[in-house]
């Protein structure tokens, strides 16, 4: 057995494990946080023509960072997602760090660097998977690998919930199920004014 496909067999049978034979959005973000030991992960899922269909988190940081992605209409997940490849942020407190208006409320929410990674079949696009991480530094060989792998597995899951239906439209668990809105960071940034407080402060 080839490394490669042993790493492609546990990644698969941990996520299995975690999720079942059908594995939602939601809980697919939650796998990916566990098994590649980071502190938040989101999915990002198209509905075509390079409209957001919906978002999903593992949890309340990945949450806001998401939805503020969609606010500014730049981040890793959206450059990952026009680009078809990795787009990796190792250290978004560095001098010059890309993503104006994302990193510093990021570096205040405690994410220090963030892993982004194309949901794609060859040259078809249909979203993104992005990690988040409290330090700074790169993911890692094995890691890295192990995420590119969960990529494709969460690819194949979304392409098997669309089966059948018409271009621009979403399966019904990937519109409703575990997604999330606009007010979660429009409420953040909220309280972060009236309170005169960080955003990261703001959404705790």
Known sequence: MTASLDRWLRMV???????????????????????????????????????????????????????????????????????????????????????????????????????????HVGAARIGALTVYRAGPGPLGDDTFADALILAEVVTRALLAAQAGLPDGSLAVGLRSEGAFHASVHQASGMVSVQLDVGVGEALA
């Open 13 to 119: 049978t941990a996520l299995g494990a975690r999720e079942g034979p059908e594995p939602t959005p939601a809980g697919m973000c939650s796998a990916c946080a566990d098994l590649l030991a980071v502190g938040g992960a989101g999915i990002l899922v198209m509905a075509g023509g390079g409209v957001p269909g919906a978002s999903f988190a593992s949890n309340l940081l990945a949450v806001n960072l998401e939805e503020l992605q969609f606010t500014l209409g730049v981040g890793p997940r959206v450059d990952a997602y026009t680009r078809g490849v990795p787009v990796l942020g190792t250290d978004l407190a560095a001098p010059g760090a890309r993503w104006v208006g994302f990193c510093g409320p990021a570096v205040e929410a405690g994410v220090r660097s963030v892993f982004s990674f194309p949901l």
